[in-house]
């Protein structure tokens, strides 16, 4: 998942604990090694190395590409899981090498999910063009692992992909778990949040961006122009009922830029935003 | 994204969720922010029967917390009392006139009844302020100041405290320090100790302002004994300096047999006391020790508070307290917690219910029922319940009664026929609300 | 003097002879209840330090002494 991933539990004995941490990492791995693009000889590379032939998919990985495509159209085309390639033009690591317009352009020609022919199950994509399912997948992962834990009784767990988390019930005694959520520095909390039930899930990195002539370029790359969402947010968190939503409402809301705020009142949901 | 189509795209996304993720939707989310500051308000009712102390308290805590466990807390309370308190001088089978503190004018007592002193009204204001931070992984360091101002009491205070945690957290040992440093300014200037109490108009026997230090030690160490169990013990150790007198407080000057207050004339044409009594006298300074131990045990949902105190000091007063609480839970967040406290105190050295007029006048002499011998009892319940928004909400009701003894060896002649002893009922009532 | 370096070393004798006692971090649940806390209800505490040092002989014990109060 490219985070630390951790579980805490209520359990009281050893052994219990051991169980159900042991269900968490298995499912943490499966997500992981199914979905990477970082991985050889996975669903992802398949489609990505096809070479402009159809891929047949799987029902999880469908259901993964369908999900996409609502994201796809509720942001109007700013939510594109082809938009990775972006990334060979654009390096955040808090330089100031902003790449030229041309270079931009070129690798766009690469990006658009218009572009792509997926009819369930088969999917098929022009040679160049990759997919990348990191944007969904950790989130995607903590619900399974809630689902999971729920499903064995577990009792109060909560499950924390790096700042994306779930719980699967409040804690027996103190009935609200209390989630630091971390500021500017690191190791340093920002706020605190009672979650009773429920998810949360924050976008944006604040030491993942460029910076050139006093122009602040976040990470977040609109694919329609393949340039940096201007006036993105430093990070939104987001709470909702599964870390899936929380975590696609906040990455919408980065999406929107300036307009982040409103999108989120609009939404009805608790959220906090960072400038 | 139009604007207009923003909430769909919460509905939508449910639905792709939903779809996604099957059947493992869970319960909706309920989260909140923390909120940065808390507040614990309380509204006291204090009420001795008879026409004896009322005391009307407002008191609101304000904690900011801060994030890594900093915290600043800051109160406030005002009290409004009124009411009369014993004055210290014996019941007589006449009535009796006193001066009142001010010196200005008398007030008369019934005979037969125990004479009380109306003149007690005052406002207190008494503000704290804490910071408490940790150090390190395992210490915490807490330190304070305070103030209170009432007519004719002022009071400065700075406290220190430092808490350790050993084994695994199970072992905490702590010890702080607190100093006081008090002035008072009573009604019509301090009386001199011992001497007799004055025709109204006379402040002759008045020696102005005192101070009062006060140096407290507390050395502590807290054990958790196993899941359902931890354990307290504190020891502490208090020093008093300067003026520890009741400036307000007289003792009667008895004849020897027959126990009767001597009757005194006061100066013709000006109101004055019809009886002989004596401003008290304390030592000037007070050595206090005491250890106090508490248990909290968790019993299936239920949780006993279970404190004793033993107190021993230098004005050889050694006193016994023990406090049960039993919190039992009544539903889901309501919960009834039932409340006893026995107290026994033994006498101060130089406690006496009166002063024989041809026994050698003793350097220290205290008639305040407070420095007697008594027992008290508290009883009563609290109830608690969350209210709809998630604040907690309580209500006590304590009743609190002192009966005390005199000392066969201080009762004198007729004394022995009266009820020398002003023995205290009262009630606490008191709500509670944090947000 | 020699009370209080009495008192410190039989509190650190104590200390270590709980060391065989108490919980693992994990088994803290009970202990973190509201309702376990050794001061349950902050208010209600300094109320009744408040009353009893006014009416009573004796003061403290669970934290310092109380006071800064003319009533005694």
């Known amino acids: ?275 | ?435 | 003097m020699k009370i209080k370096i009495g008192l410190a070393a039989a509190a650190v004798v104590f200390a270590a002879g709980c060391s065989s006692m108490g919980v693992e971090p994990w088994e803290r649940d009970i202990l973190a209840r509201e309702d376990m806390q050794m001061t349950t209800d902050e208010a209600e505490a300094v109320t009744d330090e408040h009353i009893y040092f006014s009416k009573e002989a004796s003061s403290g014990g669970r934290g310092f002494g109380g006071g800064g109060c003319g009533c005694n």
């Open chain 1, 1 to 275: 998942m490219g985070s630390p991933c951790e579980l805490v539990c209520e359990a009281l004995e050893r052994r219990a604990a051991h169980e159900l941490s042991s269900i968490v990492a298995a499912e943490a791995w499966r997500i992981e090694d199914k979905f990477s693009r970082y991985l050889d000889g996975n669903i992802v590379d398949a489609i990505n190395s096809a070479g402009g032939r159809p891929v047949e998919v799987d029902d999880e990985t469908a259901q993964l590409l369908d999900f996409a495509v609502t994201l796809y159209e509720l942001s109007e085309r700013r939510f594109d899981i082809t938009s990775g390639v972006l990334r060979q033009a654009w390096h955040f690591d808090g330089s100031d090498r902003v790449p030229a317009d041309s270079r931009v352009q070129a690798v766009l020609e690469l990006v658009g999910w218009h572009r792509v022919a997926w009819q369930r199950p088969l999917l098929q994509m022009p040679r160049g063009m990759e997919i990348d399912l990191g944007g969904i997948a950790k989130e995607y992962a903590v619900d399974r692992c809630a689902a999971l834990l729920r499903e064995q009784g577990g009792g109060p767990c909560l499950v924390n992909f790096g700042g994306d988390l779930a719980v699967t019930e409040p804690p027996a005694q103190r009935v609200r778990w209390k989630v630091a959520i971390e500021g500017e520095r690191d190791g340093e909390a920002d706020r605190i949040v009672d979650l009773k039930q429920g998810a949360l899930a924050t976008s944006g990195d604040a030491r993942r961006f460029l910076l050139k002539n006093g122009v602040r370029y976040s990470h977040i790359l609109d694919p329609t122009t393949g340039w940096p969402v201007p006036d993105a947010p430093r990070s939104v968190t987001v709470a909702a009922d599964t870390c899936t939503q929380a975590g696609m409402i906040s990455t919408l809301a980065m999406l929107e830029g300036a307009g982040a705020e409103a999108f989120l009142d609009a939404q009805a949901v608790t959220s906090w935003c960072r400038r």
């Open chain 2, 1 to 435: 994204m139009s604007k207009k189509d923003n909430r769909s795209i919460s509905a939508a996304l449910a639905m792709a969720t939903c779809s996604l993720l099957g059947s493992g939707i869970p319960a909706p989310v309920d989260a909140q922010e923390e909120p940065e500051w808390d507040f614990n308000t309380s509204l006291l009712y204090y009420g001795e029967d008879g026409d004896r102390v009322k005391d009307y308290s407002v008191k609101a805590i304000a904690r900011r917390m801060f994030v890594d466990d900093r915290v600043l807390s800051l109160s406030m309370t005002v009290d409004s009392l009124t009411g009369a308190t014993p004055n210290g001088a014996i019941r007589q089978d006449t009535a009796q006139t006193f001066t009142r503190p001010s010196g200005n004018a008398a007030y008369d007592v019934q005979s037969g009844v125990l004479p009380l002193d109306d003149t007690f009204l005052d406002t207190r204001v008494a503000l704290t302020a804490n910071w408490q931070q940790p150090v390190g992984e395992t210490s915490l360091v807490n330190v304070g100041a305070s103030a209170s101002k009432e007519y004719d009491y002022t009071h400065f205070g700075v406290n220190a405290k430092i808490a350790r945690d050993f084994n695994k957290r199970n072992t905490t040992l702590a010890a702080g320090i607190a100093l006081s440093i008090d002035s008072l300014d009573p009604v019509g200037g301090a009386p001199a100790p011992l001497t007799p109490m004055l025709d109204v108009g006379d402040t002759s026997n008045r020696i102005g302002n005192q101070d009062k230090d006060v140096l407290d030690v507390v050395l502590g160490v807290t054990q958790v004994v196993n899941r359902n169990l931890v354990v307290q013990a504190n020891y502490s150790y208090s020093k008093s300096d300067g003026y520890l007198t009741d400036p307000y407080k007289v003792l009667s000057i008895v004849d020897g047999t027959t126990g009767d207050t001597l009757l005194r004339t006061p100066t013709p044409g000006v109101e004055g006391p019809s009886h002989q009594v004596l401003f008290e006298s304390r030592p000037g300074d007070r050595t206090k020790h005491s250890v106090y131990t508490q248990a909290k045990y968790y019993m299936n949902g239920k949780v006993l508070d279970a404190s004793y105190r033993y107190m021993t000091d230098d004005w050889e007063i050694d006193s016994h307290t023990v406090d049960l609480r039993y919190r039992w839970p009544v539903g889901e967040d309501r919960y009834i917690e039932p409340h006893l406290r026995l107290y026994t105190q033994s006498e101060a050295e130089f406690y006496r219910l009166s002063l024989v007029d041809s026994d050698p006048l003793p350097v220290f002499a205290s008639a305040d029922y407070r420095l007697g011998n008594f027992d008290a009892v508290t009883a009563g319940a609290k109830y608690g319940w969350k209210t709809s928004n998630d604040n907690d909400m309580s209500v006590r009701l304590e009743w609190y009664r002192q009966s005390g003894s005199v000392p066969a060896a201080q009762v004198v002649g007729n004394q022995a026929t009266r009820d020398n002893y002003p023995d205290l009922n009262a009630v606490i009532l008191q709500f509670s609300y944090r947000f």
